[in-house]
């Protein structure tokens, strides 16, 4: 998989990819991450990637020239499955598009800033738009970070352990059982006995009983569905 990011801040996105999963993927090959400054596709020699609004207000937008040049460039040199948008008046990201997204070949990413970007940008290139939440960040570099790390993840061979992708939470639309690891008692606080036992059928049971009462006491709006 390849993933090209559209930033004004590169800097502010790279840390995430040069850690733990992630870094080990990419040196692993199984995925290629690009990051894209918009100011190398500015108008002019300052810079200028952005403008005032027309019809007045305040926050710059993006303009569409850059990210035209930018995304016309990338889509020259190979096809792309989507063209995502990171911004908040998007629908949010969970397991489900997380794993669809995981499945691509090639996507872009386009970072949103300031006020965001030339509609007309929405209209003619993207073809998927994500927010992280019902909360405004300073830009869409968080929202991508975040995005990629749900997908990356996915990928066959990135998690040392190919099924524990599989049984994290939200796979099911149910949230983890809980986990326990040495000592078995901790200042008089013990381990189920069940998790001891070595009865793996029974284990099983118990842990999908908790998930399902987890569920429902802190997020009983997934077993909705
Ligand atoms: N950009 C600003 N806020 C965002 C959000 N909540 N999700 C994705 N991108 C954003």
Redesign the pocket.
């Known amino acids: 998989m390849r993933i090209d990011i559209i930033t004004v801040s590169p800097e502010l996105i790279k840390s995430p990819f040069e850690y733990s999963i992630i870094k080990r993927a990419i040196d692993k090959n199984l995925v290629e991450v690009h990051f894209h400054d918009l100011r190398t596709y500015a108008l002019n020699d300052y810079g200028k990637i952005d403008d005032y609004q027309f019809g007045g207000g305040a926050g710059m937008v993006l303009m569409i020239e850059p990210i035209d040049k930018c995304i016309s460039k990338l889509k020259a040199e190979r096809t792309y499955d989507e063209v995502i948008y990171?911004?908040?008046d998007?629908p949010t990201l969970n397991q489900q598009i997380a794993n669809t997204l995981s499945l691509k070949e090639n996507i872009i990413i386009l970072?949103?800033h300031y006020k965001g970007v030339d509609q007309r940008v929405r209209d003619l290139f993207i073809t998927k738009e994500?927010?992280?939440?019902?909360?405004?960040?300073?830009?869409?570099e968080?929202?991508?970070a975040v995005l990629c790390d749900t997908i990356i993840r996915l990928i066959p061979g990135v998690l040392g352990d190919e099924t524990s992708a599989l049984t994290d939470s939200f796979q099911d639309n149910l949230l983890s059982p809980p986990v326990y690891t040495r000592p078995s008692e901790y200042k008089g606080l013990k381990v189920p006995d069940i998790l001891l036992s070595g009865n793996f059928p029974k284990i099983e049971d118990w842990r999908n009983e908790q998930s399902f009462e987890r569920t429902k006491k802190i997020r009983p709006d997934l077993l909705e569905d």
């Open positions: 990171m911004t908040p998007a970072c949103g994500v927010s992280i939440g019902d909360y405004v960040l300073s830009g869409g968080l929202g991508a």
